[in-house]
C-alpha cells in the first residue's frame, strides 16, 4: 500500500517537478523564436540589445523581455562559439534568474548557461557579476563567453589579484564582470578603506551568479574575509613554546576527532606550569591561572592545536620555507590564506620555518554577510540538493535540480567495505589495473596529498603508468583533468570540486587541436583540427566500448556532496560511466562515527583476509553518519552567522557612513552638530542639570574647553556673572567654538578646509573602526564563558557590542573636535621640510622598487646597432622580456610603451 506522501508525488509531481513544469512554456516560447532572430545580421543583434534597452528604461519588467533575451543571446553563442544551447541549458538560466540555485550535473554547459541571466540582467545597465572558484577559470570563462557578449553589444571584464588599479576599475566598469569570490569581497573591504569615491572599485551589488555555489557559499562560508595589518614579532614566544609541545604525553590531553577540538587535562595543566616556570617562559611566582598569563596560556594552547590536529601534507604543506593551507574541499593550494590568532605562527613553529608576525584585523567580512549584499543572487553546481535546507536558511535561495540533456547511463556500485586500509589498497591495486588492461580510463579519488602519494607508489611498483593531481600539481590541473578520459588513462586526484575542466572521453580534443597547432606552427590551423577531430573520435569509441570513466573513491569524505561531485565526473551527457567507494574501518569517518560496532559484525561474519563487505544497508548507514556530520557542520556555521551578523550591522552603518561623508561637498554642518554635541556633553558633565552653581567645577570645565576645543575662555568669571545659568555659558562656548573654526575657515580657504574635514573624519573613523573590531574579536573569545552562568552568549554579545559601539561613536565625536580644533598652517619652513622628506621617502621607495636598475645615465644597448628612434633595430623582444636599450627595465615597462 501506498503512503499519502508517495501517492500525492504520484499524483502532482514533486515540487521540483512542478518547477521544471512551469518553465517549459517559456522555453517552448524562446523555441519559437529562433528561427526569427536566425534571420537577423550580427548588427541586427546588437541593435536588438539597445531595443531592450530601451523597454527597460520604460519600465518593462525583465520577466516580459525574458524570452526575447534568451533567443537573442542563444542566436549570438551559436554564432561566436558554435554551440546552440539545449533546453535544459535554458531552463537552467531561467532559475539563475529568479534568484535560484541550478543544481546541473557535471559536463551539461553551466560555463554558456550563466550568459543567458547575465545578459539579461545586464541590460538594466548596473553591471552582473559572475564569480568563480579561482583565477584561472574567471580568467578562461571571460576570455571563452566574451566572444557571446560582444556579439550582442555588451562588455566584458575579468577581475583578478594584484591588476592594476585602472584595469580593475575598467573591469567592474563593464557589464559583465567575471571574478573570483576572494577577490570580490576583499574589493569590497578595499572600497571601504577609500578616502575618494574616484578611486572605488565597484558599483552597486546588483545581480551575481556563483559557479561551483556550494563551494564558496557553504564550504568557504567558515573562513571570514581578513584585511590585516602586522602586530608585534613575538617569533621568540612561538619557538620557546613549541620547543615544550612534543614532551607532552598522552594523559596531558584530551583530543576529540569529532569536534576537531583538543585541550589540556588537569594533569597536562600542573606539568605544563611547571616546565614554563622551569624554561622562563611564565615569570617567576606567576600562576597560569593568572590573568597576566592570558597571552600564554592562548598561545600554548594553539601551539597544542597545532601538533595534534594539524597534518602536513593533508591541512598544509611546506613550501619554500612557507606554511601553505590547503582546501580540504578543492585540494587546492590556499597561497595567502593565514589562520589567524598565532595558530598559522605556531605551524610555522613547528614545522620550523620563518615565523611572520601575527596580524592585526583592519577590515573583515564574512561570504555569508557580503554575497547577502546583492539585491538578487543565483548558483550553478553540480551538487547542492543536499544542503538545500542552509541555502533557504541564510541566503533565501532555493534549490531546482535542472533535468541532464541526455538520461544517465553511468552505473553506481554499492560502497565495498575491507577491515583494514592494507587490504582496501590492495584491492584498489587490483581493480585498477584490471581497468586499465582492458583500456578503461580510471579517475582515482582521495582525501589528502599523503594518501595520493601512498597510492601512486603502490601504482609504480605494479608498473601502471598514472598521473597524480593535488596541490603539489595545481599548475598542471588542467591538462591532467583533460587527459583522464584518454583509453587506459589512471588519474590520482585529491578532490575534485569545481575544476572547471570537463573530462571528455577519448580526451579534451580541444587540448589536443592546441598542442598539435603549437608543436606546428607552419601547418594549416583547419587542417590540422579536421585530423585531429577525425582521430578523436576513434578514441572516443574506444573508451566507450571499455565502459568509459571508471570513478573509484579511495574513502568517504564528511560531506556527501564532495562524494557526489566525485561520482558525478563519469557518465556526463549520457555517456556510460562506472562508480565505486573503497572503504576501509581505519578511514576517518568509519573510524569516527561508529566502526566498532561494525567491526564486530564483520568478524562474527568470519570474513578472511582480502574481502569486502557489500551491501545497500552499508551506503545507507554511511549517508546517515554523513548527514549527521552535516547537520552538525551547518548549525557551527549557523551560530557563528549569528554573532557576525551583530559586527555586519555595525559594519553596514560605519560603511554607509564613508560613504556619505565622501559623497558629500560639505561637511560642515555634520562637524558643527559633533562640536556642539561633545560642548554638550562637557557642559552636563562639570555643570550637572538641577544642581547649584556652587556645585559646578568651572575650572574643569575652562581646562576640557582648551583641551577639546582649543579655546581659552573665562568660564570661571562668566559663572561668577549675575543669572548666568548652564545654558548661557553653553551658548557662550559653541559662539567661541564656533568663531575659532571660522579663523581656521580664513587661514586655510573654505575650500581647503572642507577636505581636512573630510580626510579627518574619514581617517577617524577608520582607526576607531580597527580598534572596535580589536575589541568585539576579544569578548568573542570570552563571551562564551558567561554560558556557565546560565546566561546566553549571544544575547551578552549583543548587548554588549551595542554599548562598545555606542562609546565609540562618542568618542569619534570628541576626536574629530579636538584634532579639528588643533589644526594650523604649517609655516614656510615646516612646509620645506615635509617635501624634502617627501621627496627622499619617494627615492627610497622608488630604490627598493627597482633595485637591478642600472644608475649609468647612458646605459649601454644590449642588442647592437639599437637606435632609439628605429623600433626596425629592437629586435623582437617579449612583452616580459628585458628592454634591449639595455636599462634593466622589462620592454613593457620600458620601449614596449612606446611600441
Not at 590492495?426 to 582525501?447: F, S
Not at 560496532?597 to 546517515?624: Q, Y
Request: with cysteine; aromatic share 6%.
Amino acid at each position: 500500500m501506498l503512503g499519502f506522501g508517495k501517492l500525492t508525488k504520484m499524483v502532482f509531481g514533486t515540487p521540483n517537478d512542478r518547477k521544471i513544469k512551469a518553465t517549459r512554456p517559456i522555453v517552448a516560447k524562446i523555441n519559437e523564436l529562433e528561427t526569427e532572430y536566425a534571420a537577423l545580421s550580427d548588427a541586427q543583434l546588437i541593435a536588438k540589445t539597445e531595443d531592450f534597452k530601451a523597454r527597460i528604461a520604460k519600465g518593462e519588467a525583465l520577466d516580459d523581455i525574458l524570452p526575447d533575451a534568451f533567443a537573442n543571446c542563444r542566436e549570438a553563442a551559436k554564432r561566436a562559439l558554435g554551440l546552440r544551447a539545449f533546453d535544459t541549458q535554458l531552463m537552467g538560466g531561467i532559475f539563475l534568474h529568479q534568484g535560484n540555485i541550478s543544481e546541473m550535473k557535471t559536463g551539461e554547459g553551466k560555463t554558456l548557461v550563466a550568459t543567458f541571466p547575465a545578459y539579461l540582467n545586464a541590460l538594466t545597465g548596473k553591471g552582473v557579476h559572475i564569480v568563480t572558484v579561482n583565477d584561472y577559470l574567471a580568467r578562461r570563462d571571460a576570455e571563452w563567453m566574451s566572444k557571446v557578449y560582444s556579439a550582442l553589444g555588451m562588455t566584458t571584464g575579468v577581475v583578478y589579484p594584484q591588476q592594476p588599479d585602472d584595469e580593475k576599475k575598467q573591469a567592474y566598469a563593464c557589464d559583465i564582470t567575471y571574478a573570483t569570490n576572494n577577490e570580490l569581497g576583499f574589493d569590497y573591504l578595499r572600497d571601504n578603506m577609500k578616502s575618494e569615491l574616484a578611486d572605488m572599485y565597484q558599483r552597486d551589488h546588483h545581480f551575481a551568479i556563483v559557479d561551483e555555489v556550494d563551494s564558496i557559499l557553504i564550504d568557504e562560508a567558515r573562513t571570514p574575509l581578513i584585511i590585516s595589518g602586522p602586530a608585534q614579532d613575538r617569533t621568540e614566544l612561538y619557538q620557546s613554546i613549541d620547543a615544550v609541545i612534543p614532551a607532552i604525553s598522552e594523559e596531558h590531553y584530551t583530543l576529540d576527532e569529532k569536534t576537531r577540538n583538543v585541550s589540556f587535562t588537569d594533569e597536562g595543566n600542573d606539568w605544563l606550569e611547571a616546565q614554563l616556570l622551569e624554561r622562563g617562559i611564565l615569570p617567576e611566582g606567576q600562576s597560569l591561572y593568572d590573568p597576566e598569563s592570558t597571552t600564554i596560556v592562548h598561545h600554548v594552547n594553539q601551539g597544542l592545536r597545532a601538533h595534534k590536529l594539524f597534518t602536513k601534507d593533508k591541512d598544509y604543506i611546506v613550501r619554500d620555507d612557507e606554511v601553505v593551507l590547503i582546501d580540504e574541499f578543492t585540494g587546492r593550494m590556499m597561497a595567502g590564506r593565514r589562520l589567524s590568532e598565532g595558530l598559522h605562527q605556531a605551524i610555522e613553529a613547528k614545522e620550523g620555518c620563518s615565523i611572520k608576525p601575527e596580524n592585526v584585523t583592519l577590515a573583515q567580512v564574512t561570504f555569508q554577510n557580503f554575497f547577502r549584499l546583492y539585491d538578487k543572487l543565483g548558483g550553478m553546481t553540480g551538487t547542492a540538493l543536499t544542503e538545500a535546507e542552509e541555502f533557504a536558511e541564510i541566503y533565501g535561495l532555493g534549490v531546482v535540480e535542472v533535468p541532464t540533456n541526455r538520461p544517465i547511463a553511468r552505473v553506481d556500485e554499492d560502497d565495498a567495505v575491507y577491515r583494514t586500509a592494507q587490504e582496501k589498497f590492495k584491492a584498489i591495486v587490483e581493480t585498477v589495473k584490471e581497468a586499465h588492461e582492458k583500456g578503461q580510463p580510471t579517475l582515482v579519488g582521495t582525501t589528502s596529498i599523503e594518501k595520493s602519494e601512498l597510492l601512486s607508489q603502490l601504482l609504480q611498483q605494479e608498473g601502471i603508468p598514472h598521473n597524480v593531481l593535488n596541490a603539489r600539481q595545481h599548475e598542471q590541473e588542467a591538462q591532467i583533468v583533460a587527459d583522464a578520459g584518454k583509453l587506459g588513462a589512471v588519474t590520482i586526484a585529491t578532490n575534485m570540486a569545481g575544476r572547471g575542466t570537463d573530462i571528455k572521453l577519448g580526451g579534451n580534443v580541444e587540448f589536443k587541436i592546441m598542442e598539435a597547432i603549437a608543436a606546428d606552427p607552419d601547418g594549416n590551423p583547419d587542417e590540422i583540427r579536421a585530423r585531429i577531430e577525425e582521430g578523436h573520435k576513434a578514441d572516443e569509441d574506444a573508451v566507450k566500448a571499455a565502459g568509459g570513466l571508471f570513478v573509484l573513491a579511495t574513502e568517504r569524505h564528511e560531506s556527501r556532496r564532495i562524494d557526489n561531485q566525485l561520482r558525478g565526473r563519469s557518465g556526463r551527457q549520457g555517456d556510460p560511466g562506472r562508480s565505486a567507494f573503497f572503504l576501509s574501518l581505519e578511514d576517518d569517518l568509519m573510524r569516527i562515527f561508529g566502526s566498532d560496532r561494525l567491526d564486530k559484525v564483520l568478524s562474527t561474519l568470519g570474513m578472511k583476509e582480502g574481502e569486502a563487505i557489500v551491501h545497500p544497508w552499508v551506503n545507507k548507514s554511511l549517508e546517515r553518519a554523513q548527514a549527521k556530520v552535516e547537520g552538525r557542520n551547518f548549525d557551527i556555521r549557523k551560530q557563528l552567522l549569528k554573532f557576525d551578523d551583530v559586527m555586519n550591522d555595525q559594519r553596514k552603518v560605519i560603511f554607509s557612513q564613508r560613504r556619505e561623508i565622501m559623497e558629500a561637498e560639505d561637511l560642515s554642518e555634520i562637524v558643527t552638530d559633533m562640536r556642539h554635541e561633545v560642548i554638550d556633553d562637557l557642559v552636563n558633565q562639570y555643570m550637572p542639570p538641577k544642581t547649584y552653581a556652587d556645585q559646578w567645577d568651572t575650572e574643569g570645565l575652562a581646562m576640557a574647553a582648551r583641551e577639546q576645543l582649543g579655546i581659552n575662555v573665562p568660564v570661571v568669571e562668566w559663572a561668577a556673572e549675575e543669572g548666568v545659568d548652564d545654558e548661557d555659558i553653553q551658548e557662550r562656548l559653541e559662539k567661541a567654538a564656533d568663531e575659532l573654526m571660522a579663523q581656521k575657515a580664513a587661514q586655510f580657504g573654505v575650500p581647503q578646509l572642507r577636505n581636512i574635514e573630510k580626510q579627518i573624519l574619514l581617517q577617524i573613523i577608520d582607526n576607531k573602526w580597527r580598534e572596535h573590531l580589536l575589541t568585539l574579536e576579544h569578548l568573542r573569545s570570552v563571551v562564551g564563558f558567561r554560558g556557565y552562568a546560565q546566561r546566553d552568549p549571544l544575547n551578552e554579545y549583543k548587548n554588549e557590542a551595542f554599548q562598545l559601539f555606542e562609546s565609540m561613536l562618542d568618542s569619534l565625536r570628541s576626536d574629530v573636535t579636538r584634532n579639528l580644533a588643533m589644526i594650523r598652517p604649517l609655516t614656510e619652513e615646516e612646509q620645506r621640510n615635509m617635501i624634502a622628506e617627501m621627496q627622499a621617502r619617494q627615492a627610497a621607495m622608488m630604490q627598493a622598487a627597482q633595485p637591478n636598475e642600472p644608475t649609468a645615465e647612458a646605459p649601454e644597448a644590449q642588442v647592437a646597432g639599437f637606435d632609439e628612434n628605429d623600433p626596425n633595430t629592437w629586435g623582437n623582444p617579449g612583452r616580459n622580456d628585458a628592454c634591449p636599450c639595455g636599462s634593466g627595465k622589462k620592454f613593457k615597462h620600458c620601449h614596449g610603451k612606446l611600441a
